[in-house]
DNA sequence: TCCTACATACTGACTGGTCAGTATGCAGGT
DNA sequence: ACCTGCATACTGACCAGTCAGTATGTAGGA
């Protein structure tokens, strides 16, 4: 348990956790030393577990952060400026794309941390992964609903809309860390959208 | 290396590389311990160091193994009957949403596997997943690439189509993995198959 | 057809390195 | 004098990998 620091040395906690992002997105958890997250950080580690538990505690602190930060940055983009919905779905996905693109650290946690339960760590990793995943449908969930609802969008893609895009946006990270010239997500991301919201079958024009 | 065996108990390798499979996908690569693959196969340590170099070589035969399988399975519903491409896609759809369904301990590995080199394991489990990305894109391309030629898919999405779909069918494998009452796989995918073709925009009729 | 000389296919006890977690020390603030 | 916020040194469990030993073949000679 962190017992409240009062007379903390500013940032040693925040600085250990920067450090141990960087250290398990780069080497994993089970691979991710301590020591080496204490070092990385410039403290020893008795701080650490000054402030955490242990490290199963750690590593969810780290995603805790890292994934509201996502969530908070997508949605702010989803609340949008009440342009068409159609217009805000494209934005999201611009948003989530360039999100991942800048914060390669944290796409790498993202893959440790939607592993199934058990792999990796426990399954309070897996109940994050889960709730994150519910955020992001949600949130589409609730842009399409809107979407048929003006008219703009197909009430019979309402449902699978939203599992959709959250799956696109995904899986399209998970290419993008294993091949990132193969698949320039940047580049991608305007003809990302078209293909979702208009799909790819030719139409009688 | 393994000397190739002539009076080998019929069967020690592959019962390795099943106990191997489970205790993989059920516990990740750093948790699962050889004495119980071991264990779990009937044999003792010895017999995994007879057949396997070390832990990291045995996981990737596994790895080597189920992909193959995967593969081999869409590819033959890809090359299809000779109905339309339309036809054809769905149906790879459905195959690739079937396999997962069918073998979620499959999924638990390729989640593992798909994980950015140096987590987990080595850069060799990063290029295995890199191929596998590619044979699903350049497969997907293929049809794709028909389907314009044939005049069912718009010249103006072949380029994402693949990355897309592919990005698709495994950001809802993740989805159902950490949730699948939440996103139930089957019973999904043709809707996920007719968002993909046509999009989720209403259009004038 | 039986014996010799190996080869194959294991067994299971042991070792050595690694690393999470702990015990203890200690400086500065109050 | 005591608490906070660390630093340092240590412990012990765990587990990959090793290796001497064994049991079961089997090819070839006599």
Redesign the interface.
Known sequence: MPRRPSTDQPGVRSRILDSALREF????Y??AILDEIAAGAGVSKGAVYWHFENKGELFLAVIRQEVSRLIEHVKVVARGSGGSV?ARLRAVIAAAVTYYADHPEF??LL??S???????LTREV?GM??DM??QG?EMVGAL?REG?HR???????A???A??L???????M??W???RR??PLRR?AP??A??????????AD
């Open positions: 997105s780069l080497k994993g089970h691979r159609v796409c790498s893959q440790l939607a592993l199934p339960g058990g792999l990796e897996e992964a889960r995943y519910r449908r399409v048929v008219g703009e969008l197909d009430a019979g893609r449902g699978v809309a599992p959709v959250v799956a696109l946006l995904d899986g399209l998970s290419q860390i294993v091949d193969a698949v991608l003809d990302v078209g293909a979702f919201l208009e799909g790819i079958v030719k139409r």
